[in-house]
């Protein structure tokens, strides 16, 4: 009996010690993944000159992209994970001021953390949604660069992000694609022409990938449902409610949050009141591109 016990413990001890040392070794690999991107092939642009490139900067940030959404209306940063599962993460101060990056940032560096989702330190950006900015024409994101360089400057200072036990296994290796973006880019096809702009499904595609419409409503568009993950947006495909509304209607329920049925939209949960700043062109053209795409069932 005692010796069993003896064997019993010497069993739990061993599996014990080799859970710690696999913790420990997760914990590396995470960290080292985290703080060091790939290699990938990048393609940079040289910022846009000229009003009217600064204006079509402001109106991607401000309006198609949201980046004040996450980095704080002045630009100025925003702290975005503060300890949970022991990271501290600040979405950081894009401007040129103390703290911000925009005084040392050179348009490669621009080029890198917005279209393939790496930091100036050659850090993984996570939250970061580079996947849908990886489809950035050149143009635009040459007028993107423009405008942050003429952003005023906002001292606003944080501590680097950092990423502990056990954020390091969650967000560095079982998580890492949910966390980071990088693997979701196809760095190689960066770049290229922006769509003619126009009432056309083409053009409402881009549109549709840069203000990141799949996030909260899937990548097929056909809806997220459950409590998980980002507010669950409903089918856009002809296969639901959108099957039944007109042009018209699309417009008005982006402008108004008015759906045909008379609800009122969640302006916490669908970011409308943003969106309703859209073109006329640009909302024809998403209304377009929605309308092209298969009548799919809801997502389940
Ligand atoms: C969903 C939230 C979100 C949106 C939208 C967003 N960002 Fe970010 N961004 C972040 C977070 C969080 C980080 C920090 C990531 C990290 O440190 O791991 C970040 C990092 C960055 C960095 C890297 C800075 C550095 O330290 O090297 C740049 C540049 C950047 N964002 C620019 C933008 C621009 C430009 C836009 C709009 C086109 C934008 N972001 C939209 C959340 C967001
Ligand atoms: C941050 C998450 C989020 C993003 C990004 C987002 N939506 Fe939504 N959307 C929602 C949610 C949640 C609802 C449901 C709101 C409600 O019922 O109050 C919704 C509802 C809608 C509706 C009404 C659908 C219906 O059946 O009533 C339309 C149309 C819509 N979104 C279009 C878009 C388009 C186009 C984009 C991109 C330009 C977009 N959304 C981006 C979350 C989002």
């Known amino acids: 009996m005692k010796r069993a016990l003896k064997w019993i413990g010497i069993v739990l001890g061993s599996l014990i010690g080799i859970l710690l040392i696999a913790g420990v070794a997760l914990h590396v690999v995470g960290r080292s993944r985290l703080n060091n991107a790939p290699e990938v092939a990048t393609k940079p642009v040289a910022a846009a000159v000229g009003e009217t490139a600064v204006a079509r900067g402001e109106h991607l940030v401000n309006v198609i992209s949201q980046c004040r959404g996450c980095h704080g209306d002045h630009l100025e940063g925003n702290v975005f994970l503060d300890g949970e599962i022991g990271i501290y993460l600040p979405a950081p101060n894009l401007t040129a001021g103390k703290g911000g990056i925009g005084a040392t940032y050179t348009d490669a560096d621009w080029e890198r953390a917005i279209r393939h989702g790496i930091g100036g330190d050659n850090r993984v950006l996570a939250i970061m949604p580079s996947n849908y900015f990886s489809h950035y024409s050149d143009a635009d994101l040459a007028a993107i660069i423009a405008y942050l360089k003429t952003f005023p400057p906002v001292d606003s200072d944080f501590p680097p992000r950092q ?60 809806g997220i449902v459950g ?73 389940s």
């Open 163 to 222: 990423v502990g036990f056990p954020g390091t296994v969650l967000g560095g290796v079982v998580g890492f694609d949910e966390f980071t973006k990088i693997n979701g880019i196809d760095h190689a096809a960066v770049g290229g022409a922006t769509p003619p702009e126009g009432a056309t499904a083409e053009y409402g595609a881009y549109m549709v990938s840069i203000a990141m419409c799949g996030e909260c409503h899937a990548a097929n568009l056909a």
């Open 227 to 299: 409590e998980d993950g980002p507010p669950p947006g409903p089918n856009l495909t002809p296969g639901g409610d959108l099957g039944d509304w007109t042009e018209a209607d699309f417009l008005t329920a982006i402008r108004t949050g008015q759906t045909p049925d008379g609800r009122i939209l969640d302006s916490e949960m669908m970011p409308w009141g943003t969106f309703s700043q859209m073109s006329d062109t640009e909302l024809q053209a998403i209304w377009a591109y929605l309308q092209s795409l298969p009548a799919l069932p809801d997502n």
